[in-house]
């Protein structure tokens, strides 16, 4: 097994993201699709489509609950926002994907799961939103990640190019297997699921290791406690939408995010103390950390 690659300022900088030119305009730089939230958790759209904008993407729209749309477009006046038709149990149709068809025709990048109601209508959701894609690299967060608790034979492993985001606990029901067994390994059992799934992982924590499909792994270990906090987690992946949105591959999107958000809480914590900053202040730190990391 070859050793995993200490994800530091000098291998971001090794492996340079996609830049603009002087003459691109914002489609240059991507649009990004992030559907996100539900009526209990509308403020997990926000966060990521902040987050996927600061991290450079062009341009923004989001599919959520249509009973939070209104509101979700008052928070996010960059954004084009779309209204989803909801079942009884606040998950998202499966046949609004067909609203989003004009949408993804012109997509670089999407994002869907913060936020969603878990259970069976976001998988059948998911399900049809991945046979709908036309090879745009795609991040599964949160409840969207459950699609891979169905049997292999129908979604995975993945023909598109895939990330996902777990944490321990996360990761501990996806597989199957008890948290403390994923605890006991982090590398492996990351490495393990991105070769059974067909898309790269990355395993959240106070250490996060991200594992490619084809085996090749990475280890990240800064950041603070403060991070761990209602919201955190979709603007994490609200900055790999954004990334894969310039361009990045999913794995270089989900190291780079990994390592703008945890560089932000950083800056929050010097800045204000070590814990009770909220994930909100997170994405207004990365414009900067984008031009120190360049």
């Not at 501990?172 to 006991?184: N, Q």
């Amino acid at each position: 097994m070859t050793a995993p690659i200490e994800l530091d300022d000098a291998a971001l900088r090794a492996w340079p993201l996609p830049q603009p030119s002087q003459d691109d305009d914002k489609e240059a730089r991507g649009r990004v699709l992030v559907i996100a939230g539900s009526a209990e958790v509308p403020g997990a759209a926000v966060l990521a489509g902040e987050a996927a904008l600061r991290a450079g993407a062009g341009k923004l729209v989001v599919g959520t609950a249509a009973t939070v749309a209104l509101l979700v477009a008052q928070q996010l006046p960059e954004a084009r926002v779309v209204g989803l038709p909801e079942d009884d149990d606040g998950g998202l149709r499966e046949d609004g994907v067909e609203r989003l068809d004009e949408i993804l025709a012109h997509t670089a990048s999407v994002l869907v799961g913060p936020g969603m109601a878990a259970g069976a209508s976001t998988v059948r959701f998911v399900e049809a939103l991945l046979g709908r894609l036309n090879g745009q690299p795609v991040l599964l967060d949160a409840a969207a990640m459950d699609v891979v608790r169905q049997p292999s034979e129908t979604v995975w492993p993945f023909s598109q190019h895939v990330g996902m985001t777990p944490h321990a606990g996360e990761m501990a029901y996806l597989t199957g297997e008890d948290k403390e067994g994923v605890e006991s390994d982090p590398g492996e059992r990351a490495r393990m699921a991105a070769s059974r799934w067909g898309a790269a992982v990355a395993l959240k924590g106070a250490c996060t290791w991200l594992a490619a499909p084809d085996g090749r792994l990475w280890r990240h270990a800064r950041g603070n406690p403060g991070l761990a906090t209602s919201g955190s987690g979709d603007v994490l992946a609200g900055l790999v939408a954004g990334l894969m949105a310039r361009g990045a591959s999913v794995e270089q999107a989900l190291a780079w995010g990994v390592a703008l958000h945890a560089r932000a809480g950083e800056r929050l914590a010097a800045r204000m103390g070590p814990l009770g900053f909220l994930a909100r202040e997170l994405p207004a730190e990365i414009p900067a950390l984008l031009a120190t990391l360049i």
